[in-house]
């Protein structure tokens, strides 16, 4: 399963028109993702059938929300749901850097079913096992994960031991610098099924559709 990261309308349209299997579609690519348009994410539900994953981030940097941010987040995800939202990816830690159980379960309550998924803000905590056993239990369908490195490719050998170890009980989406040249050796290595990538080519802006093309061969 290959998801591709899309940050503005033309990076969605280029990834849905390609043979990515869906597409997670936020804001603001400078500061890690924040909640896209709604009216932008609207256009694209009624011109493409692939599956959208919406980013539900009221800002960028820590992934800690005052009352005010955390309210701003609930009525996005009741927005896109009633907007046809495939999925949320989402992820709020504590002021320790762990999983803040009882804010995570109210969006899950409200996405009523819709999949979600926990995204890297996982590699920040301290102890990834007991982290993604955390999300199993709140009823997350994804984590998204470099397996606690900046990379992908740096983080291989967490990344292979979380799929040993959970990939039967939760989807571990495997993103961070994953490109059509590694790819395959994260496959291999890792045994992981679930790829995430923005597609985008050294000094390019936007994803190419020859990437996500290379992307899918090589992880198939």
């Not at 591709?4 to 997670?24: N, Q």
């Not at 989807?171 to 395959?184: D, H, K, P, T």
Request: net charge negative.
């Amino acid at each position: 399963m290959l998801e591709i990261a899309c940050f503005e309308f033309t990076s969605a349209e280029v990834a849905l028109k390609s043979v990515a299997d869906r597409i997670e579609f936020c804001a603001n690519h400078d500061l890690g993702g924040t909640t896209p348009d709604f009216y932008e994410f609207r256009s694209l539900k009624s011109n493409f059938s692939k599956p959208i994953y919406v980013m539900i981030r009221p800002k960028g940097g820590p992934f800690f929300y005052s009352d005010a941010e955390f309210l701003q987040m609930k009525n996005s995800i009741i927005e896109f749901a009633e907007g046809g939202a495939d999925g949320f990816v989402f992820g709020i830690l504590n002021e320790h850097h762990e999983i803040d159980e009882e804010k995570n379960a109210e969006l899950i309550e409200l996405a009523a079913g819709i999949p979600c998924t926990f995204h890297r803000a996982f590699d920040r905590t301290k102890d990834l096992e007991k982290s993604i056993q955390t999300l199993i239990k709140l009823g997350f369908t994804n984590v998204l994960t470099s397996g606690g490195q900046p990379n992908a490719m740096e983080g291989k050998e967490m990344l292979k031991k979380l799929i040993d170890k959970y990939s039967d009980k939760i989807n571990i989406l495997i993103g961070g610098g994953v490109r059509s040249e590694n790819i395959a050796e994260l496959k291999e290595f890792t045994g992981g099924r679930f790829f995430h990538s923005s597609a985008v080519k050294k000094y390019d802006t936007f994803p190419s559709d020859d990437e996500i093309k290379r992307l899918k061969q090589n992880c198939g």
